[in-house]
């Protein structure tokens, strides 16, 4: 199916799904930008299958789907900082047709699983607090619970105490996922 004015091989030669059909079975696609003193939007943690240049300040991480990372954007003008967010992301699986907690996000595509969302300077400070404590302790945070990056996130929001993401924690989310 090509579209008047376009050829079926240029069709096929477009680097996003076209289709719902295309879109699920896709991997996830996370933009990254940097333009000095302006946007820096980048990876704090995650292991994308392939990154493509798309040219000196833009460049696209792809996911394999389940894949879990975390997305920081910070965009300045000539006052400041004008936004802080940080978010984890799980890619979906081609299994999750129509789950209700996939959400579209601008420069994810086609869709994610947010599974933290933090907002604001303090908010992103005290997520890569956590952040660095699971890397201290030597844990890759792509390989923690989903579950714990939610709690997180609801902490964050009640203004609550954020919990530790311990050993035995870190031992009972792989049991889980051996028995399944």
């Known amino acids: ?11 096929l030669a477009r680097p996003w799904p076209q289709t719902a ?7 996830m696609r996370v933009s990254l930008a940097f333009v000095e003193h302006r946007v820096n939007v980048y990876l ?4 994308p299958a392939r990154e493509i240049a798309l040219d000196r300040w833009r460049r696209v991480a792809v996911f394999a789907p389940g894949a ?26 081609p299994s999750d047709d129509a789950q209700p907690d996939l959400q579209r996000i601008a ?5 994610a699983r947010i599974l933290l969302r933090a907002d604001g300077e ?12 699971i890397e201290a302790s030597s844990i890759d945070p ?16 009640a203004r609550q105490p954020l919990p530790a993401y311990t050993a ?4 009972a989310h792989l049991a889980r996922g051996a028995l399944q």
Request: aromatic share 8%; glycine share 8%.
């Open 44 to 47: 704090r943690f995650g292991r």
């Open 107 to 111: 420069g994810v595509l086609p869709c």
């Open 142 to 157: 792509c390989a923690v619970a989903p579950a714990y990056w939610r709690t997180v996130g609801n902490r964050l929001a």
């Open 122 to 133: 303090a908010g992103v400070k005290a997520v890569l607090a956590v952040v660095d404590a």
């Open 21 to 27: 059909s295309q879109m699920r079975s896709s991997h």
């Open 1 to 11: 199916m090509s579209t008047p004015g376009t050829s079926p091989a240029s069709a």
């Open 168 to 171: 035995e924690r870190h031992a």
């Open 68 to 93: 879990v990372c975390c997305r920081i954007r910070w965009l300045g003008n000539d006052f400041g900082t004008a936004l802080w967010q940080l978010m984890v992301l799980q890619a979906p699986m």
